[in-house]
């Protein structure tokens, strides 16, 4: 969901215009919430956010401004939350700090370690924690303090810790792909883990580190149509359709006579026809052991979430359809009511099946991972976590304190959206977030780090802000929320060491140097995408001279593929959805941009002589390939499409119907897509262009 242009900044600074009293006290409590109450947006224009935005979006934060009495009940309220110990405080090993206000200063502390281990102190003049050394979530008291304290490192997992950039060597390099578009014979009609684990190993053969999945997390059992990845259900599982049961049962599972397979996913079709699969291999093995054990260990989180699919399907087929919980009758409508406890009961079966499915899919994603590494991956898998869900889906359902209900995520107006964009997604609350002890981003980072080397955080700038517009309310008509992002990225490093996996933040648009700064420290690769990275003159940038804690990639999902950029594609398609009078002046922009990046690919090294014409693009995926691999960055991704020089991209971002997104199949088996000659020796050229690592300073 990586989008391309000019991403608004929040203002630094700057007053507040002067207002009314009551427009002030409004302002004073949108302030203490979180609320950015001025912006720039693309243009550099600056924006205050007006009293009827405020107002229902505060509301949605669960602080009522109504009237001058509701103000002062929640500035209260915030004011009491504030003086309250939170269940958790993070820290990073060998610094001082947090402050612990109220003990005062020299007061004695105690920290007993997860390991048991039992340390005594004193806070400092200033009422903070001296320096931690061991990481970890530890016990704390202090006075009348009781609380949890996360000891984060300094920075999250490395590559060097993963192996996978050692000094005197090439720096690491992958490639990355639409789960949903590999084949495998067998597969129904879907990609599945199974074709990702032998993608993997395709790509481990010719020396990759790591292979990049679109995100796999739980989508919609009753609207099959509802298959965005970046639209998830719930982030704490997994789409139970890319399960690949031979990783579990071997040729037991096979799943029968083939079946068509155009070029286009038909996913109600492929869904239909893998549930059907899985319920006769639940019929088989539905009193598995292990499946017991996974159920067990998965807990109320998986019961709730397989009685929201049984529950989905239930009223889809009994009253024709219904789209999201909030129109299911209302007995039904939060997880622990009696209504739900006894549907569970009476549909005992159809609720341990989709909960099956899911020991399937975790498994099979299992297999994948373990197959990449065995094959030399040093990274393996590196999943892409979503920047929100469905507010009609099992997380909101589930977990409804934790969301923000009545508010979607978005982005304001810029220079490609004049409108803005509402993404039709909710988001933690960050007052749930403090409150929990933080167990609601902690729990789905855990899901998503289960069986990966490797994470992408989807729109990073979401750990440190997010657009919200009210429900019913234009995208234009929203404002910036504040998140806890030291907090956010403390427990982002811990969680990234106990799972062994690097971390990359998608930080693309016009992004604050300071963001860029701080996920830098924090150790989160940012990324570099050949079309934006330019010099002050607009000028394609020297690959030389890209941020070297970065991914180099050349292009993304959401973007034009390189032989679709080279060949016009993209273009073809703006008429097509847009429209226009005269595509001259674009082509002459185009053709103009050509001969300047292949001036670039001939500067870099990654191509010589003179400009192939627009069907060429074989020779222009070659050239892009080098380019890219020559970066500074750390790790370069080379997407699937742009190996096997593909016109088409995944996805136009502001369509639905009218571009094929998410649903383009490759052509051919997984396990054989590299081993085309012009493939086969376009990866190797990019090998070849990536530096040498250095030793660390």
């Known amino acids: 969901m990586s989008r391309p242009g000019t991403v608004p900044r929040a203002a630094q600074g700057g007053r507040i215009p002067q207002a009314s009293p009551g427009a002030a006290t409004l302002w004073s409590l949108a302030t203490a919430a979180g609320i950015i109450l001025r912006w720039r947006d693309a243009h550099g224009l600056p924006h205050t956010v007006k009293a009827e935005t405020l107002r229902p979006l505060l509301a949605r934060l669960g602080l009522p401004a109504a009237n001058a009495a509701e103000i002062r009940a929640s500035r209260a309220l915030l004011a009491a939350e504030a003086a309250a110990t939170p269940p958790l405080i993070t820290a990073t090993q060998h610094r001082a700090g947090p402050v612990l206000p109220g003990p005062g200063p020299g007061a004695r502390f105690q920290l007993r370690t997860e390991d048991g281990q039992v340390f005594e102190g004193r806070l400092d003049d200033h009422e903070c924690l001296p320096g931690i050394a061991i990481s970890g979530y530890h016990a704390l008291e202090c006075g009348d303090v009781a609380t949890t304290l996360a000891v984060a490192p300094p920075r999250c997992f490395d590559l ?7 000094p005197g060597q090439a720096l690491p390099w992958g490639l990355s792909a639409q789960v949903y578009g590999l084949r495998r014979a067998g597969d129904r009609g879907l990609g599945d883990f199974g074709a990702v684990a032998a993608l993997a190993e395709a790509a481990a053969r010719r020396g990759a580190a790591t292979l990049a999945i679109s995100p796999v997390h739980a989508l919609f059992a009753a609207a099959p149509d509802r298959f965005s990845p970046y639209a998830p259900s719930t982030r704490l599982f997994l789409n139970a359709l890319h399960a690949d049961p031979g990783l579990l049962f071997g040729a037991e599972a096979a799943p029968g006579a083939a079946v068509a397979d155009p070029p286009l996913v038909d996913w109600p079709a492929a869904a239909a ?160 977030l403090r409150a929990g002890g933080y167990a609601a981003f902690l729990d789905v980072l855990r899901a998503a ?59 693309l648009g016009t992004v604050a140097p300071a963001f860029r700064a701080s996920i830098a420290r924090a150790g989160i690769l940012g990324m570099r995408v050949l079309d ?49 009078a005269d595509p001259a ?40 390939a080098a380019h890219v691999g020559g970066a500074a960055c750390r790790l370069a991704i080379l997407p699937i499409e742009d190996a096997l020089a593909l016109p088409e991209q995944p996805n136009i971002p502001g369509t639905i119907d009218e571009h094929p997104n998410w649903r383009r199949r490759l052509d051919g088996p997984a396990a054989a897509l590299l081993d085309a000659p012009a493939v086969d020796a376009r990866l190797r050229r990019l090998a070849a262009a990536r530096p040498i690592a250095e030793a660390a300073p």
């Open 160 to 166: 060097v810790d993963a192996g996978a950039e050692r």
């Open 273 to 432: 026809r893998r549930i059907a699969w899985f319920r006769a291999l639940f019929a088989r093995h539905g009193r598995d052991p292990r499946f017991a054990a996974f159920r067990a260990a998965q807990g109320t989180a998986l019961e709730r979430h397989a009685r929201f699919e049984a529950l989905s399907l239930h009223f889809a087929a009994r009253d024709g359809g219904l789209r999201h919980w909030r129109d299911w009758p209302e007995a039904y409508r939060m997880p622990d009511a009696p209504a739900v406890a006894a549907f569970a009961g009476e549909h005992a079966e159809e609720v341990a099946f989709h909960a099956f499915c899911q020991w399937l899919a975790d498994a099979s994603l299992a297999a994948a991972q373990q197959r990449a590494r065995a094959a030399g991956m040093a990274i393996g898998l590196l999943a892409d976590l979503a920047v929100g869900t469905d507010g009609g889906g099992s997380h909101a359902w589930s977990r409804p304190a934790e969301v923000l209900r009545g508010a979607a995520v978005g982005a304001p107006p810029d220079i490609f959206n004049p409108a803005g964009q509402d993404w039709g997604l909710t988001a933690f609350s960050p007052r749930a």
């Open 449 to 507: 780090l289960r069986h990966a080397g490797g994470l992408r955080i989807d729109h990073a700038m979401g750990l440190e802000r997010l657009w919200l517009i009210p429900e019913g309310m234009p995208s234009a008509a929203g404002a910036y929320l504040r998140y806890p992002c030291p907090d956010l990225l403390r427990l982002l490093a811990l969680e990234s060491h106990r799972h062994r996996a690097v971390v990359i933040g998608e930080d």
């Open 532 to 580: 934006f990275e330019r010099d002050a003159a607009g000028r394609p940038l020297p690959p030389r001279d890209w941020s070297r804690e970065a991914v180099a990639m050349t292009s993304t999902h959401d973007l034009a593929t390189i032989a679709g950029w080279w060949r016009g594609t993209d273009l073809a398609w703006h008429r097509k959805l847009h429209g226009t």
């Open 585 to 624: 002046p674009a082509e002459a922009g185009r053709a103009g941009a050509r001969a300047a990046l292949w001036d670039a690919f001939r500067a870099s090294g990654a191509a010589e002589g003179a400009m192939p014409d627009p069907s060429a693009a074989g020779v222009v995926a070659d050239a892009a």
